[in-house]
């Protein structure tokens, strides 16, 4: 589970320098025991979208002994998730599912709104 209030305040910190990149940007959060750890910088898109890896992905996770995982990337307009995105998701969900390392929440962030993937269906 995702501590209460912490989701909001991790959009914001994101809100706070998104609008500034030039490219989207992705990001993985490891959670251990309720806590959410540093965020790793794990992918830079060249022009719009980004490209990650599960690779990537869960690195960071694993390495910090996380229980689960939240992915967030930018997006430059307040677009709501593309049909890549949700791909992306399900793909991502798959891999912690057999690492188990569940991702609870794909965020997707722009300067004024934000969506949680994984409510989308």
């Known amino acids: ?26 990001l993985s959060v490891p ?6 750890l540093p ?5 830079v898109g060249a022009d719009n979208p980004v490209r990650v890896s599960p690779t990537d992905v869960f690195r960071s996770a694993i390495r910090s002994r996380a ?7 930018s ?3 307040d677009a709501p998730p593309s049909p890549a995105d949700q791909a992306v998701t399900r793909r ?3 891999a912690g599912v057999l690492l188990g390392l569940p991702i ?10 934000w ?4 409510d989308d269906p």
Do not use: K
Not at 31 to 36: M, Q, S, T, Y
């Open 67 to 73: 229980e689960a995982v939240i992915l967030m990337h």
């Open 31 to 36: 959670v251990r025991r309720g806590v959410l």
């Open 115 to 118: 969506t949680n993937c994984m």
């Open 75 to 77: 997006h430059r307009s």
């Open 1 to 26: 589970m995702i501590p209460s209030g912490s989701l909001s305040e991790l959009v914001v910190d994101i809100q706070r320098w998104a609008p500034w990149l030039s490219r989207e940007v992705a």
């Open 104 to 113: 609870i929440a794909h965020l997707v962030v722009g300067p004024m709104r």
């Open 92 to 94: 991502l969900v798959a």
């Open 39 to 43: 965020a790793s910088l794990i992918a």
